[in-house]
């Protein structure tokens, strides 16, 4: 320790104190933000869903409806990430990008049609909204809370509307093949389907649910070109497993809030 | 000069940093509030012990990479903690009571996929989560296996602007919907009542 006269000491200590006071202030600003980028790597909690229970709906018609689209979807970053690499040259034609838009989206449409009337052949007399409808039916049978469960084709006739409690109406909008992974590229069968449920003659919505099904096998696009009973199977498989799906998520909801 | 007390802090604040940079944890679960009493309260009201829940999949350490930079995507807790939790949810929820010891029915259960992958396109990004979880039921007097069955849940997502929230969402899903398929399997209903059911559906 070195000895210094006491101006000088109480010089030398009073610079002391405001450093330490300085080194706090920006240790405590430090620790701060340290914590607020710990917490903004944390995210909030989902929301707990919402739904009004329906447990008194012993008999059920579920009835298919709307359009099912089949596709393959690519998810394909060509061309455009080129277009972009070519565009970054020519920073100065700020128009090129929208029409680079275009051009990604029309040749990458073209593959999708491409693809998906190779596996068409395969599959035209399938009816993906009656094999939802038919598997969920199954599935809600099977759970023994229902005493009857009907599938209809078209909209319940006006003597019989009354029959049942409540009515399912399911949708597939689309369906088919999904690129699910990169590197190898692999694609699984997906539906994505709707359904809500409402009392006849009210128009008061119970329960619904969109649900993205996908399914947990992958393979490479090839096998389904190349092998259509497989193509087929497969196709049958997600329909079948979104009916699942909408029953499960239907029989879960039944109790909520109870 | 330089105060020295600042070093010790500015490296926890850069490691910090890079460590946010380089790999985020998601606090991925299954809260109560989102549970329902389902089908597996149809079963009478039993002791059930969760005993073991083992992680099978191929690669522990992550649930996957970030599309970006390609740093690690972990949970906040270990997923095996995870899932032990939500089939305590499921269960308690259903007026199941959970006990450590002299259960009726002993449940067993192993991860095998808890994984986060994202397919990159022009514009936008889809997100597939997967969760695939084998339970095994077990009467617990005798030991008799009474049900063992898979249950997967898969959530697929396209966004056009990546968001790190979107991740834990993706994964939260996958988990919910395979606890809502547990929860609604006739079959896993009648195992926690103590029978072997006849499958009434194929293992999903």
């Not at chain 2, 059930?48 to 992680?55: L, P, R």
């Not at chain 2, 599309?67 to 929820?93: F, H, N, Q, Y």
């Not at chain 2, 449940?107 to 514009?123: H, K, M, N, S």
Request: aromatic share 4%.
């Amino acid at each position: 320790m070195l000895l210094c006269p006491d101006g000088q000491r109480s010089s030398a200590d009073a610079i002391g104190q405001r450093t330490r006071s300085v080194v706090r202030r920006i240790r405590s600003g430090v620790v701060a933000v340290a914590l607020l980028s710990l917490w903004g790597c944390a995210s909030t909690p989902a929301p707990a869903p919402t739904a009004r229970p329906f447990d008194d709906v012993r008999r059920l018609a579920i009835i298919v409806s709307g359009e099912s689209a089949l596709s393959v979807v690519g998810h394909d970053a060509e061309p455009g990430r080129t277009f972009d690499e070519i565009l970054a040259w020519y920073p100065t034609k700020p128009w090129m990008r929208p029409l680079a838009d275009l051009v990604h989206k029309g040749i990458n449409r073209a593959r999708e049609l491409g693809r998906t009337a190779t596996i068409s052949g395969s599959i035209d007399d399938l009816a993906p909204r009656t094999i939802v409808a038919a598997s969920m039916a199954r599935t809600l049978r099977a759970s023994g809370w229902f005493d009857e469960i009907r599938t209809l084709e078209r909209e319940p006739t006006a003597e019989d509307r009354w029959r049942d409690d409540a009515v399912v109406r399911v949708m597939v909008p689309t369906w088919g093949l999904v690129r699910v992974r990169e590197d190898p590229d692999l694609v699984a069968g997906f539906a994505e389907v709707r359904g809500y449920l409402m009392a006849p003659g009210t128009g008061v919505i119970r329960w619904e649910a969109s649900q993205d099904v996908t399914a947990p096998e992958q393979f490479p696009l090839d096998a389904f070109k190349k092998d259509h009973d497989f193509a087929r199977q497969q196709l049958v498989d997600i329909l079948e497993r979104a009916g699942q799906r909408l029953a499960s998520e239907l029989m879960y909801a039944r109790s909520a809030g109870r | 000069m330089r105060p020295r007390g600042l070093a010790p802090v500015s490296l926890v604040l850069a490691l910090t940093l890079a460590g946010c940079a380089m790999t985020t944890a998601l606090d991925v679960g299954y809260p109560e509030q989102g549970a329902n009493r389902a089908l597996l309260a149809s079963a009478a009201p039993r002791r059930v012990q969760i005993s073991d829940v083992v992680d099978h999949r191929m690669e522990t350490a992550r649930v996957g990479t970030k599309p970006k930079d390609g740093g690690d995507i972990v949970t906040s807790r270990p997923v095996v903690d995870i899932v032990r939790e939500a089939l305590g949810v499921e269960m308690s929820k259903n007026r199941h009571v959970l006990v450590s010891d002299r259960p009726d029915v002993v449940l067993t259960a192993a991860v095998e996929v808890f994984r986060l992958d994202a397919v990159q396109g022009y514009r936008s990004l889809q997100y597939v989560g997967e969760a695939i979880i084998a339970l095994t039921v077990v009467d617990g007097s005798t030991g008799d296996t009474l049900l063992t069955r898979r249950y997967v849940g898969i959530r697929r997502r396209e966004v056009d602007k990546p968001d790190e929230s979107q991740w834990r969402e993706v994964l939260d899903t996958a988990l919910a919907r395979a606890m809502h398929d547990l929860a609604t399997d006739p079959d896993l209903v009648a195992a926690v009542g103590g029978s072997r059911a006849p499958s009434a559906r194929p293992a999903t």
